[in-house]
């Protein structure tokens, strides 16, 4: 019977899967750096993670929500674009509509207000990056 516990060589070289949360990254962005435009560069900035590590990047996996043309159609032309900009770089792109829900909430006054927000999932990165060392996948 094998041993359950048996020890993992860690191979020379590491590969490498980043997956992103473009709603996250932007919005991390703009609280860290007061951008307020998605001009960010997904490959090159896996390129870089990968790279300060020495690991070997063997693929992106982009996820976001993009808004419905009707609430506002610059924005969705803008990510259409920028979507297919990143398959042509070979990343592959996750996307569906930003997802919208009515909020209430009570003002200062006693009255009630009820408005559209975008929803988010919060996560604390924006980015993870997953590593394959013999074959067992491991989350950093």
């Avoid at 009255?111 to 990165?125: D, E, L, N």
Wanted: glycine fraction near 8%.
């Amino acid at each position: 019977m094998a041993d359950s516990k048996a020890q993992l060589n860690e191979p020379a070289t590491k590969r490498a899967i980043v997956f992103v949360d473009g709603q996250n990254l932007f919005y991390g962005a703009r609280e860290a750096f007061g951008y307020h435009f998605p001009n960010y560069d997904i490959s090159k900035l896996s390129r870089h993670i990968c790279q300060s590590q020495a690991w070997n990047l063997e693929q992106i996996r982009f996820y976001t929500g993009v808004p419905d043309p009707e609430d506002d159609p610059a924005k969705t032309s803008f990510w259409t674009a920028k979507l297919a900009s990143m398959r042509r770089q070979g990343i592959i792109v996750y996307s569906r509509a930003l997802r919208y829900r009515n909020k209430t909430v009570k003002l200062a006054d006693g009255g009630i207000y009820t408005f559209f927000a975008r929803g988010r999932k919060g996560h604390r990165y924006p980015y993870r990056v997953g590593r394959d060392w013999n074959g067992g996948a491991e989350r950093v």
